[in-house]
């Protein structure tokens, strides 16, 4: 079956301005995770998802940075007025949700803040 | 704080040997580890796991040990080939709670032909 897909698979944009980045989860996986990965670093989590309320946040770095998956499959990692720091690749994974399975990736959004 | 450390950044093995990736946490609370595979432009994948009730667990060419006394795991790939050349990822968790996956920096497995 279909994995996980983000789109674009690339976003270029400049310092300041607004961006969102899209997930599409393996159907029925009830929980979805936002991961960032900057160059030589392992993946940092953000958030999490279970069904549609972020169930924890922890990882996100600042106010700036707000995710949404409003009817408990897509979600969006939006981020405001972006900064030069904030360029990395921003990673997806969905699970059944249960404790103990495993966490599936997608390929990622390139995110580059010029 | 690097919860999770991978303290070789590269490796290097010919093919037929066995690769052996090892990794270190600080976290006691964690009970949950994972390996995870990477390729150039793609997701990590998954690869293998292990609960801390256990102290080893094998899926084919691949074995995962964990010393919880020494906080130390390791990944064990035998026989190595071209093919698994990529970066390894170690990830630890805290099962029943959120799950998320804390990783450590990666290693990068070159198998030579």
């Known amino acids: 079956g279909a994995g996980v897909s983000q789109t674009p698979s690339n976003k270029v944009t400049e310092k300041g301005k607004y961006v969102e980045l899209r997930c599409d989860p393996i159907?029925?996986?009830?929980?979805l995770y936002w991961y960032r990965q900057s160059l030589g670093q392992g993946p940092e989590f953000l958030i999490y998802f279970q069904g549609t309320g972020a169930a924890d946040d922890s990882g996100l770095p600042n106010d700036r940075f707000f995710a949404v998956r409003p009817e408990g499959s897509v979600s969006t990692l939006k981020i405001q007025r972006t900064e030069r720091g904030d360029s990395a690749v921003y990673l997806c994974?969905?699970?059944?949700?249960?404790?103990?399975?495993?966490?599936?990736f997608g390929p990622g959004t390139r995110l580059t803040v010029t | 704080d690097q919860q999770v450390k991978q303290n070789s950044p590269s490796l290097s093995v010919q093919e037929g040997r066995i690769s052996i990736l090892n990794c270190d946490y600080t976290?006691?609370?964690?009970?949950?580890f994972l390996w995870y595979k990477k390729y150039p432009a793609e997701g990590p994948t998954f690869l293998i796991s292990?609960?801390?009730?256990?102290d080893k667990n094998e899926d084919g060419r691949f074995t995962v040990f964990l010393n919880k006394s020494a906080k130390h795991l390791s990944l064990h790939i035998v026989p190595s080939q071209p093919g698994d050349s990529a970066v390894y990822f170690c990830?630890?968790?805290?099962?029943?709670?959120?799950?998320?996956?804390?990783f450590g920096k990666g290693t990068k497995l070159t198998v030579n032909p």
């Open positions: 159907s029925g996986h009830t929980a």
């Open positions: 990830a630890a968790s805290v099962r029943g709670g959120s799950e998320k996956l804390v």
């Open positions: 976290n006691s609370m964690f009970d949950y």
């Open positions: 292990i609960s801390s009730i256990k």
């Open positions: 994974a969905s699970s059944l949700g249960l404790t103990g399975y495993e966490q599936y």
